[in-house]
């Protein structure tokens, strides 16, 4: 893990940048900060944005942690119940500025019609009724490990997360590519296009609320369809890409279906699902750390856990950030909308 924790001095110097953003913003979902937070976060203290600029550039690890900010229980108040409006008059708006102004040093936030009602940050949280559902807001069961949106031609880059609260230090699972011994396995198999990869239950227009806008409807609807029909007609795709000596992955072995493989294909395939799940390591995040995960260089899940529903349970704030926003282009409706329908 690369891993930078913030010292006093860095504290104080965020502090009153914070404050600005948060007197010029009220909403952390104002298409016009997400527009500004790249200019906004050189503002951030150097040390940091050095950090971060490295992380990208030099790929040392598939997880990067920056640590020590400070959570304020009292002022984020009550996990909330569901996502649903929780971006409205939000207490932990300090936070979520924080955590955007970090994600995009690392490239461009984005969010997808399909998912949490087309909000670019959302919340990882226990939903009652959820607990046994293959969601990020599941907790008697775990949640399986994944790339983010392993299904989708534009998934980010980096998944970021950000701990408000987590009492029980219940465990983000992360697998580094950089862990696995590659040489022993048949590489050459999984760059193949020969795995179905269907999308996840995230996506699925049963939690969706409507909008009042017409327009954003229709192409929500259709955004639905499009991931119905691939729920129908899977996709065969290569589970590996890039350098064949140190490659990429995308995978979501729960979401995959491997009827009409190869022998061979399917021999591959289990080798890396083997190895992955032995070289699994486990992070208890911290109110205040924002982990970004490589989501080309890791794969992450999380432990089961046990919900309290009572206020008190585990809290994250999530985002996507993508190097590459002009590469989903033909997704969205306008050059700087963030949303990919
Ligand atoms: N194996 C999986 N991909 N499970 C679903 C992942 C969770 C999903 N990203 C969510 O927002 O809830
Ligand atoms: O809760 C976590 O630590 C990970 C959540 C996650 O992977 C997701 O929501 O997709
Ligand atoms: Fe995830």
């Known amino acids: 893990m690369n891993k930078l924790t913030l010292t006093e001095e860095d504290l104080e110097e965020i502090e009153p940048l914070l404050e600005d953003v948060a007197a010029r913003y009220s909403c952390i979902e104002d298409p016009d900060l997400h527009r500004r937070a790249p200019v906004l976060a050189r503002r951030l203290p150097a040390e940091l944005l050095a950090f971060l ?15 020590g900010f400070d959570v304020d229980e009292t002022e984020i108040g009550p996990t909330p119940e569901h996502w649903q409006g929780s971006h409205i008059s939000s207490p932990a ?18 969010g997808w019609a399909t998912q949490q009602d087309g909000r670019i940050m959302h919340d990882v949280l226990p939903i009652k009724g959820h607990e046994h559902y293959e969601l990020g807001s599941n907790s008697l ?39 696995l011994d590659w040489s022993a396995l048949d590489v050459d198999a999984l760059f193949e296009s020969a795995f179905t990869q269907m999308p996840d239950n995230s996506h699925l227009p049963t939690n969706s609320t409507s909008t009042g806008d017409p327009t954003i409807q229709r192409l929500r609807e259709r955004s639905f369809k499009t991931i119905e029909a691939w729920n129908a007609n899977p996709v065969e795709r290569p589970v590996l890409f890039g350098d064949r000596l140190d490659p990429y992955m995308v995978l979501d072995p729960y979401h995959m279906k491997t009827d009409g493989w190869s022998e061979r ?24 750390d924002c982990a970004f995960i490589d989501n080309f260089r890791a794969v992450h899940g999380r432990a089961a856990f046990q ?14 950030v993508t190097r590459n926003l002009r590469g989903s282009r033909s997704w969205r409706p306008a050059a700087d909308d963030r949303v990919i329908y």
């Open 265 to 288: 294909s399917l021999a591959a395939f289990t080798g890396l699902c083997d190895q992955i799940e032995s070289r699994m390591k486990g992070v208890a995040l911290e109110p205040g």
């Open 141 to 179: 069961q775990h949640l399986s490990w994944h790339t983010e949106d392993a299904f989708h031609p534009c998934r980010g880059d980096y998944v970021a997360l950000m701990c408000l609260k987590n009492p029980d230090a219940v465990e983000t699972m992360v697998c580094d590519a950089g862990d």
């Open 307 to 320: 919900a309290r529903y009572d206020g008190t349970d585990r809290w994250l704030k999530r985002l996507n």
């Open 53 to 67: 600029e490295d992380h990208r550039l030099r790929e040392p690890a598939a997880l990067c942690v920056v640590s």
């Open 93 to 110: 708006l300090r936070c979520e500025i924080f955590f955007l102004l970090c994600a995009s040093v690392l490239g461009d936030v984005f």
